[in-house]
């Protein structure tokens, strides 16, 4: 079943060429797959329809995540996989070609400045880079903190407060945010969804046009806003965070809204979607 909500008289979009899709909520739910979400990627794979699969999770670099999924049926190409430390790289990388940064965060993160040829520093560096990691230093936020009162600029990967764990939630990236601008009066910039900044880098890494390209979510606040605010075609599915009574409350609305992604999987095999 799919539900097309009425776009209120926009102009008739063009058929998906190009697909996004949220990892966490869409394709993988408590650690396991959703049902039909292998065989989604398989027929774009089959078709040999270019997509990403996006997600704010800057922990792992792309190949972690490709192995991860793989570890759950999941056949993703690690150049199929676009994370919010990769946007955060590239960002960072058109704003200040060869900078310097204090980072906290993990291999994702660091491995993504390092290819971006950033030099990784806590001696006067031009950024403080927060990302998610396990373990958040008392010291590293210390540091941190004193960086940015010494002029250092603030850039985080993602807003996410929380983030999963088998033990219950815990505090994410933007939780810690919250404490350094706390201490510093200074807030963050954050590269990862809802900023449709993360949208657009994912559109230049496929040669995408946004009127051509679909993105999938779990989330009206952050995948779907995202998606409207760079101008793709937006489909909610209901397997995550964001419930079908739910989307109502929203100024914005998807282009479509389905159960899961299973429902997806004819339009993924159709040429030119």
Not at 93 to 119: C, K, M, N, S, W
Not at 169 to 187: F, H, K
Not at 219 to 236: K, N, S, W
């Amino acid at each position: 079943m799919i539900l097309t909500c009425d776009n209120g008289g926009m102009t008739e979009r063009k058929p998906i060429e190009y697909w996004l899709s949220d990892m966490d909520g869409v394709l993988v739910h408590e650690g396991s797959p959703v049902p039909g979400a292998a065989e989604f990627v398989e027929r774009l794979s089959a078709a040999g329809t270019p997509f990403l699969v996006l997600t704010n999770n800057s922990i792992y670099t792309r190949r972690d995540l490709s192995a991860r999924l793989a570890a759950l049926g999941l056949r993703v190409p690690a150049e199929s996989i676009w994370t919010s430390a990769l946007a955060t790289a590239r960002f960072l990388a058109d704003q200040r070609p060869q900078g310097t940064a204090y980072v906290i965060g993990e291999a994702g993160l660091t491995t993504a400045l390092h290819e971006a040829e950033f030099v990784l520093t806590d001696i006067d560096p031009d950024y403080v880079v927060l990302g998610e990691t396990r373990t958040y230093s008392f010291s590293q936020i210390t540091r941190a903190i004193r960086l940015i009162d010494g002029g250092a600029r603030f850039v985080a990967t993602n807003p996410d407060p929380v983030g999963p764990s088998p033990e219950g939630s815990l505090p994410a990236c933007g939780a810690v945010a919250a404490m350094i601008t706390r201490a510093t009066g200074v807030a963050p910039y954050f590269v990862g969804k809802p900023n449709p900044l993360m949208m657009r880098t994912a559109l230049n890494v496929l040669g995408a046009h946004s009127e051509s390209t679909a993105m999938v979510g779990d989330r009206m606040d952050t995948d779907i806003v995202a998606g409207v605010e760079a101008g793709l075609e937006t489909i909610l599915v209901l397997t995550g965070v964001t419930r079908a009574e739910e989307v109502e409350r929203f100024p914005y609305r998807p282009s479509r809204v389905v159960p899961s992604i299973a429902d997806l999987t004819d339009l993924a095999g159709l040429a030119g979607g």
